[in-house]
Structures are given as structure tokens and as C-alpha cells.
């Protein structure tokens, strides 16, 4: 199975007022890194990917706090296209 690596700018979206106002995390589209053929493959680049980011971005506010202007990224893999953004559809409270 084909498997991509991409990377994404994470962000912090308001979801709603319900219940004193709730977040969800989302994600833009950056950059594809590379294609892996083995799944194995792909979960490991992915997580030395995201040691290396979070190694370089550990001096930027993370992504909950109230100074985060962008800027974090972050490594994903997928079988198929990678999707534009993340979530598809925007979360609804129930």
C-alpha cells in the first residue's frame, strides 16, 4: 500500500459557545515529504518527523495557548491523496 508523508500547519479553530465555548485542532495542507511503500515505513519517517519538528518549534507558544500566532507543523501520513485540510467537515457539538 502507498503511503504519503505530508506536512500540515496545525491551528486551533472556536467551535462553539456550547457549554463555556469549545476548540477543535485543524490543519492545512503544506507539502508532500515523501512516498513510502510499506506502512512500517511511513509510521516511522512520521514519527521522526515529528520528533525533528517538535525539536525545532520548541520555542514557538503551542498550539493552546493563547499567544499562538501559526506557524507549527506537523507530519502526517495517509494512504491515498492527502487532503487539503483537516477535519473535512467542520465538527458539530451534540
Known amino acids: 500500500m502507498r503511503s504519503i508523508l505530508a506536512f500540515y500547519e496545525i491551528d486551533r479553530e472556536y467551535g462553539g459557545a456550547e457549554e463555556g465555548g469549545w476548540y477543535f485542532d485543524s490543519g492545512t495542507f503544506v507539502r508532500a515529504i515523501a512516498v513510502h511503500f510499506n506502512d512500517a515505513d511511513a509510521v516511522r519517517a ?21 499567544l499562538y500566532a501559526g506557524g507549527r507543523h506537523r507530519a502526517f501520513s495517509f494512504t491515498g491523496v492527502p487532503p487539503e485540510r483537516f477535519p473535512a467537515e467542520r465538527p458539530r457539538y451534540d
Open 46 to 66: 512520521m514519527r521522526r518527523a515529528n520528533r525533528l519538528l517538535e525539536r525545532l518549534q520548541r520555542h514557538k507558544p503551542r498550539v493552546d495557548s493563547c
